[in-house]
C-alpha cells in the first residue's frame, strides 16, 4: 500500500519569497507521484506529474518538484510567491492497477499556502 | 475542449434519502473514478470505472456504489445518507487506468441533515 505525507499542515510565505512545500511518500514500487492544487470552493488542479523521466520536474504557473528516491521525497517549490498562489496544495501518489483491481490515487492531507502581501 | 462536468453542483438532503450524483468525463477518457473530500481533509478514493465496469473500489460502505454508461458518463448513488457523508464529491477522468492522469471536476457540495 502507497501512503503520503504533507509534513506542513500550513505554510505562509510574503508575496516575492520562494515557496517550499514538503512531501514525503511511501511505496512498494515505482510510483507516479502529483502535486495538485485546489482553491476555495473549486475543484482540484494538476500542477505537475513525475513518472520517472525526469527527476526535476517543471510544472503549471512557475511550480516544480524534485524526486528524491533516496529521501522518498517531493518537495514542491516555486522562486517567487505570488497572491494568487493561496491554496491548499496536495501531494498524490498514483494507485497500481493489477488483476486484482485499482487501487486510486492516495492523498496528502494537504498544505494550506497562506501568501503575506 | 470542455473538462469533467458534474451534476449538480450543491445538493442538501436528510438523513436516511437516497442521492445521485452524475459526472460526464473528458472527451475521449474511457475512465472515472469518484472520491469524497470531508472539510479539511484530501480527498479518499471511492471507486474507479473503466469501459462500464468496476475497477477498484475504496473503502467505503456497501451503500456507495456507481455505475458508468456506454458514453463513458458516471453516477454515484448513495443509500440511507448519514450525517457524515456531507462532503464534497469529486469525479476525476483520466484515458485508461494505473497511472494515467487523473483531471477533476468541480466537484459536487453534498450536505446531510
Known amino acids: 500500500a502507497q501512503s503520503v505525507t504533507q509534513l506542513d499542515s500550513h505554510v505562509s510565505v510574503s508575496e516575492g519569497t520562494p515557496v517550499l512545500l514538503r512531501c514525503n511518500y511511501s511505496s512498494s514500487y515505482s510510483p507516479s507521484l502529483f502535486w495538485y492544487v485546489q482553491h476555495p470552493n473549486k475543484g482540484l488542479q494538476l500542477l505537475l506529474k513525475y513518472t520517472s523521466a525526469a527527476t526535476l520536474v517543471k510544472g503549471i504557473n512557475g511550480f516544480e518538484a524534485e524526486f528524491k528516491k533516496s529521501e522518498t521525497s517531493f518537495h514542491l517549490t516555486k522562486p517567487s510567491a505570488h497572491m494568487s498562489d493561496a491554496a491548499e496544495y496536495f501531494c498524490?501518489?498514483?494507485?497500481?492497477?493489477?488483476?486484482?483491481?485499482?487501487?486510486?490515487?492516495?492523498f496528502g492531507k494537504g498544505t494550506h499556502l497562506i501568501i503575506q502581501p | 475542449d470542455a473538462g469533467v462536468t458534474q451534476s449538480p453542483t450543491h445538493l442538501i438532503k436528510t438523513r436516511g434519502q437516497h442521492v445521485t450524483l452524475r459526472c460526464s468525463p473528458i472527451?475521449?477518457?474511457?475512465?472515472v473514478s469518484w472520491y469524497q473530500q470531508v472539510l479539511g481533509q484530501g480527498p479518499q478514493f471511492i471507486f474507479q470505472?473503466?469501459?462500464?465496469?468496476?475497477?477498484g473500489r475504496g473503502n467505503f460502505p456497501d451503500r456507495f456504489s456507481a455505475r458508468q454508461f456506454p458514453n463513458y458518463s458516471s453516477e454515484l448513488n448513495v443509500n440511507a445518507l448519514l450525517l457524515g457523508d456531507s462532503a464534497l464529491y469529486l469525479c476525476?477522468?483520466?484515458?485508461?487506468?494505473?497511472?494515467?492522469?487523473?483531471?477533476f471536476g468541480p466537484g459536487t457540495r453534498l450536505t446531510v441533515l
Open positions: 498524490v501518489v498514483s494507485g497500481t492497477y493489477s488483476g486484482g483491481g485499482a487501487d486510486g490515487l492516495t
Open positions: 470505472y473503466y469501459e462500464k465496469e468496476e475497477r
Open positions: 472527451s475521449g477518457h474511457k475512465s
Open positions: 476525476a477522468s483520466s484515458l485508461g487506468l494505473g497511472t494515467d492522469t487523473q483531471y
